[in-house]
Structure formats: structure tokens, C-alpha cells
T-cell receptor, first 114, second 112 residues
Framework: AQTVTQSQPEMSVQEAETVTLSCTYD???????LFWYKQPPSRQMILVIR??????QNATENRFSVNFQKAAKSFSLKISDSQLGDAAMYFC???????????FGKGTKLSVKP | DGGITQSPKYLFRKEGQNVTLSCEQN?????MYWYRQDPGQGLRLIYY???????QKGDIAEGYSVSREKKESFPLTVTSAQKNPTAFYLC???????????FGPGTRLTVL
């Protein structure tokens, strides 16, 4: 079975600081997308950022960026200038290929301290 | 506004009863999904549908059933065979299986 591992169940960051959430995955696909989703206390799932696996350039979306290491199958999310509103569960989700859909990790709960 | 709606937001049922959760989208997406979320478990896929009148089992399909008679609608029935149905249920849709998924607000099901 294809798997996604988010090794940090919980993390904490000081407001205005930078934090990196890790994600590793196991998929046989060579051309695919990878996603990070955010789930705040409202429980609404929100797309944070998308990476296209065939692109060497790491994706950036305002304060959010990824470090995509294709050979290592690593897809970490960096949040710069952390804000109180960033507090949420964050899920890594690469496309599973043969499983026909996105595969979600178990999530990392991020707390932001004022 | 385009989006995904789920109803109801909270649902209570007595043990042994079937219950149907609604999911509707007006994004013209071909693919639709149902996930179950339990504390500490992330999202687990129940069923997904790539096109109308076709659907596939996910990782935890036992005790659930779906239909896809219209492109816009993908209702989920939680049957009495589901041993532990109390959970938060999320519906999502996407253009294709590898594309970004858009999520509904979820339904919290509690079995009394």
C-alpha cells in the first residue's frame, strides 16, 4: 500500500517565526501533483499549496513554500512569518497513482504562540 | 457561488438505523469522494466516483454505500452494518483523480 508519513504529530511556533512541517511518501508515480491542506478548528479543509512533481522549482504561495525532494520522496512545508491564524491541522496529500486518488497523511497539529 | 454543500451539519441516529448524508457540488467536477475523519486518524477514504454511474471502494467501505446518479450529487448511506459510525464525514470533488480536491464543510454523525 502507498503511504504518507507526517512524522510530527504536533508542532509549536512563535508568532512571526518560521516553521517547517515534514512529509515523506511512497508512490510509484513519476508525474503527479502533491498538495498541502490546512484544517482550522472550523474543520473546513483548505488548500495551502500545490507542487507539480515534474517541475524542479519549488512552489511558493505568499508565506508558504515547499521543499520538494523528488528522489527522496520528501515534501516539506515551510511557513514564514507565522500568524495566529495559521494554527490548524496540516495534511500532506500526494496523488496515489494506482490507488486512484490523493493519499492523506495523518496530519500535524500546529500551534502558534503570541 | 460555486462550491460543495453537505447537509445536515449535525446528524443523530439511533443504533441500528440507516442514515444518508447529502453532498452536492456545482463546480462541474467529474470526481467526487467521501472521507471519514476520526481523532488522530487523518482522512480515510470511504468511496470515490470518477464519473456518473460509477464508483469505487476506498480503504474503509464496509458498512457504507453510495450512488452517483447525477454528476452534481454523491450521497453516502451509513448502514446499520457499520459498527462504529460516529465520526466526522467530509465530501470532496475534483476535476480528475490527480487534481486538487475541494471540500464541503462536513457532517458530524453521532450514533445514540
Amino acid at each position: 500500500a502507498q503511504t504518507v508519513t507526517q512524522s510530527q504529530p504536533e508542532m509549536s511556533v512563535q508568532e512571526a517565526e518560521t516553521v517547517t512541517l515534514s512529509c515523506t511518501y511512497d508512490t510509484s508515480e513519476s508525474d503527479y501533483y502533491l498538495f498541502w491542506y490546512k484544517q482550522p478548528p472550523s474543520r473546513q479543509m483548505i488548500l495551502v499549496i500545490r507542487q507539480e512533481a515534474y517541475k524542479q522549482q519549488n512552489a511558493t504561495e505568499n508565506r508558504f513554500s515547499v521543499n520538494f525532494q523528488k528522489a527522496a520522496k520528501s515534501f516539506s512545508l515551510k511557513i514564514s512569518d507565522s500568524q495566529l491564524g495559521d494554527a490548524a491541522m496540516y495534511f500532506c496529500a500526494p496523488y496515489g497513482g494506482s490507488q486512484g486518488n490523493l493519499i492523506f497523511g495523518k496530519g500535524t497539529k500546529l500551534s502558534v504562540k503570541p | 457561488d460555486g462550491g460543495i454543500t453537505q447537509s445536515p451539519k449535525y446528524l443523530f441516529r439511533k443504533e441500528g438505523q440507516n442514515v444518508t448524508l447529502s453532498c452536492e457540488q456545482n463546480l462541474n467536477h467529474d470526481a467526487m469522494y467521501w472521507y471519514r475523519q476520526d481523532p488522530g486518524q487523518g482522512l480515510r477514504l470511504i468511496y470515490y466516483s470518477q464519473i456518473v454511474n460509477d464508483f469505487q471502494k476506498g480503504d474503509i467501505a464496509e458498512g457504507y454505500s453510495v450512488s452517483r446518479e447525477k454528476k452534481e450529487s454523491f450521497p453516502l448511506t451509513v448502514t446499520s452494518a457499520q459498527k462504529n459510525p460516529t465520526a466526522f464525514y467530509l465530501c470532496a470533488s475534483s476535476m480528475g483523480l490527480a487534481d486538487e480536491q475541494f471540500f464541503g464543510p462536513g457532517t458530524r454523525l453521532t450514533v445514540l
